[in-house]
């Protein structure tokens, strides 16, 4: 059984947060942190986890879009602060758990239990990178060279983030503390409900397929990653939360990435798609709960019905998206031949 343990893994998570039971109490009895230096501990809460749902999700586990090279050496250098392996190996264990959800082959899976799914996985994680999974990324130079230095990426980016902190508010064992340690368990336990509560409390309104659910209170914590549902049936959208009033700031700071030339190849799943899906979902609960067969029936056939007008509605802009795309491309060529005529006649003019 010791031989399965990922000893490093185990030693780091289990020794910080006993380091944090003992040395915390002491420290608070013993020193009062200034407000300053807790609200910027906080503040590289949110910021380092953006840097996760931001670049380590939504960009590199399922290419929801792309982004300029300075954009993606901040996410990684404040994806090393988040301290959850380098993003190879994070986009390596979610394109896992999505492949495979809710089975034996996923990484962290919930039917194993909520603790498992939570932080006892990760104890137990000995498979390698798979290179056919990941062989996107391993191309990407900045990505293998996070992971061929993860460690030193990882000491250097905390220490570097520790000591501007201790050195602006003049308290490096204050920053030590809250700017370090509080930080990691707050973000570490916040990232882990994505895996086990949003797993296992909310609502399932886009598919009963996998046991993701959507939990408004959990996208409070993990800006935006909460509408777990809604990720697991359409994964390729970089939108979480597709309402105007749903809180997910990493699809607003990819959004504004995008209208400042920063980001682009933006993935959105249609309309028609989504209000299928809900369509299906809610009558599946419909049926469930009617008693009256003909009743049952009924919403079978309405429901039936109007998915299959939203798939023809789809071809239908398919179609037409085809039929602009080859009158601009005529247009193009037209503009091509009549330049080429030009040219052609120009250079038979000059000889």
Not at 5 to 33: D, E, K, Q, R
Not at 221 to 226: A, N, Q, V
Not at 308 to 319: E, H, T
Request: charged letters at 20%; glycine letters at 4%; aromatic letters at 16%.
């Amino acid at each position: 059984m010791s031989k399965k343990v990922c000893w490093p893994v185990f030693l780091y998570i289990s020794g910080y947060h006993l380091f944090l039971a003992i040395a915390l109490p002491i420290y608070l009895m013993n020193y009062t942190p200034s407000l300053g230096l807790v609200l910027t501990s906080l503040l590289l809460v949110f910021v380092s986890g953006m840097a996760i749902t931001t670049g380590y999700h939504r960009l590199y586990s399922h290419t929801c879009y792309k982004t300029h090279p300075i954009i993606e050496a901040i996410l990684l250098f404040f994806g090393s602060v988040a301290t959850q392996g380098s993003a190879l190996r994070w986009a390596n264990d979610h394109r896992l758990h999505h492949a495979f959800v809710d089975t034996d082959k996923d990484p962290y899976t919930v039917k194993k239990g909520m603790w498992h799914a939570h932080i006892l996985w990760m104890f137990f994680r000995t498979t390698p990178i798979d290179p056919k999974i990941v062989s996107d990324l391993s191309k990407n130079k900045m990505v293998a060279f996070q992971h061929k230095y993860y460690v030193w990426c990882m000491i250097g980016a905390n220490v570097l983030s520790f000591v501007a902190v201790g050195s602006f508010f003049k308290d490096y064992l204050g920053a030590f503390m809250f700017a370090w340690w509080v930080r990691l368990f707050l973000l570490h336990h916040t990232t882990w409900c994505i895996n086990s509560l949003a797993h296992y409390w909310g609502s399932q309104n886009y598919s009963k397929e996998h046991t993701a659910v959507d939990n408004y209170l959990i996208s409070l914590l993990t800006y935006g990653e909460g509408y777990h549902n809604y990720h697991h049936t359409f994964a390729y959208d970089y939108r979480n939360g597709i309402r105007w009033y749903h809180f997910d700031p990493a699809k607003w700071l990819i959004w504004t990435l995008n209208k400042l030339g920063l980001a682009h190849d933006l993935k959105r799943v249609n309309n028609y798609r989504i209000t299928r899906a809900l369509i299906l979902q809610h009558k599946e609960e419909l049926i469930q709960h009617l008693r009256d067969p003909f009743y049952s029936k009924k919403v079978s056939e309405i429901a039936e019905n109007l998915s299959q007008k939203l798939i023809q509605l789809q071809a239908m802009l398919d179609r037409a998206q085809i039929r602009t795309l080859k009158k601009s491309l005529k247009e193009d060529w037209r503009e091509w031949k009549r330049i080429l005529k030009t040219i052609q006649k120009e250079s038979l003019l000059q000889t």
